[in-house]
């Protein structure tokens, strides 16, 4: 049952308002920084590993035991506007959702999306690590669409991308694990640098 219950809660069909938006992708596609399938794998890939592997990811894990100071510190941990309001957005409405589902309310004032993700895999009993992944994954494939998209890629080629960097989440999953208190945070400037610019790009497809 916490089976397909996590299956639910990594899905694109998942009513939080995902496809709207693209973590900086668009940005850096507009940017001429990514333009096909190996840009896309490479710019997504790094992301996931320097910064959302080393941060979010520790962070998720910590909010799930406690997601008050945990959600805050990664609240404050958006470089830009359009990051912080993206999470803020889809944290509310996983958080309404959750409750008219049964699973209550993230006891936050101001849930994350990983704070209620974190909340709903502890209702349903996920294990934690099991949980990460599936969050993780779900990261991955919204990347990925939003690459689909916006470059445009073919669909054979957004397969690739979630097979090659689909392989890396368990390992990814495994440091979180082991990250101490002290070791929290990230180092990605160039996505806090496109993530400003497109709070402000002419044309877009997305929110962030």
């Known amino acids: 049952m916490s089976l397909a219950k996590l299956l639910q809660l990594a899905s694109p069909a998942l009513p939080v308002g995902a496809y709207s938006y693209s973590g900086g992708l668009e940005a850096a596609i507009e940017d001429g920084l990514v333009s096909d399938a190996a840009s ?3 710019w997504i890939g790094d992301v996931l590993e320097f910064s959302v592997a080393r941060m ?3 962070l998720f894990l910590r909010m799930m035991e406690d997601p008050g100071p945990w959600n805050e ?3 404050a941990s958006r470089e830009t506007a359009e990051l912080r309001a993206e999470t803020v957005q889809m944290g509310y409405s996983l958080n309404r959702l ?3 589902l049964g699973a209550g309310e993230v006891p936050v004032e101001e849930p994350s999306f990983p704070a209620a993700f974190a909340h709903a895999a502890v209702h349903w009993n996920v294990e934690p690590a099991a949980a ?3 969050y993780l994954w779900a990261w991955l ?3 990925v669409m939003a690459a689909v998209k916006a470059i445009p ?3 054979t080629d957004g397969q690739k991308i979630l097979l090659s960097l689909g392989d890396l989440l368990p390992r990814f999953a495994e440091k979180a694990i082991e990250v101490k208190d002290e070791e929290l945070g990230n180092f990605v400037p160039g996505l806090a640098l496109l993530s400003s610019r497109h709070e402000t790009q002419y044309s877009r497809l997305f929110r962030s």
């Open 132 to 134: 990460l992944q599936a």
């Open 153 to 155: 890629l073919g669909q």
């Open 40 to 42: 896309a794998q490479r």
């Open 73 to 75: 510190t990664f609240l």
């Open 56 to 58: 979010e990811a520790p």
């Open 141 to 143: 494939e919204n990347q």
């Open 98 to 100: 959750l409750k008219d």
